[in-house]
């Protein structure tokens, strides 16, 4: 009913930049609150950023500095800005939202399916 599609993963040298994007579709009424989080080889899914829909943001302390993360509401995308990328960064990259649907209305929280980062020389 609701889909979080991500694009913008791959390989990159450390020192690059990567910008992803996250579009939601579906029967949306109105989204809320967006975000990033990262599941790096081994390790649990852990926050890197969130944005509303006023586009206030919050970032992890430790994603402070190298990640922007930015949404355009018109078009239902969030984007993730990662700069002077470090091989630590490697991860699955995953998108989620907060959702309002209706028929009936409810409140749904929303996956994206991934993106893999690789950060490699």
């Known amino acids: 009913q609701v889909q979080l599609v991500e694009s913008g993963g791959g390989l990159v040298q450390p020192g690059g930049s990567l910008r992803f994007s996250c579009a939601a579709s579906?029967?949306?009424?109105?989204?809320?609150?967006m975000g990033w989080y990262r599941q790096a080889p081994g390790k649990e899914r852990e926050l890197v950023a969130t944005?509303?829909?006023?586009?206030?943001?919050n970032y992890a302390d430790s994603m402070k500095g190298r990640f922007t993360i930015s949404r355009d509401n018109a078009k239902n995308t969030v984007y993730l800005q990662i700069d002077s990328l470090r091989p630590e960064d490697t991860a699955v990259y995953y998108c989620n939202a907060e959702v309002i649907v209706i028929s009936p209305y409810r409140k749904l929280v929303v996956w994206g399916q991934g993106t893999l980062v690789t950060v490699s020389s």
């Open positions: 579906g029967s949306l009424y109105r989204i809320n609150a």
């Open positions: 944005i509303t829909s006023s586009r206030n943001t």
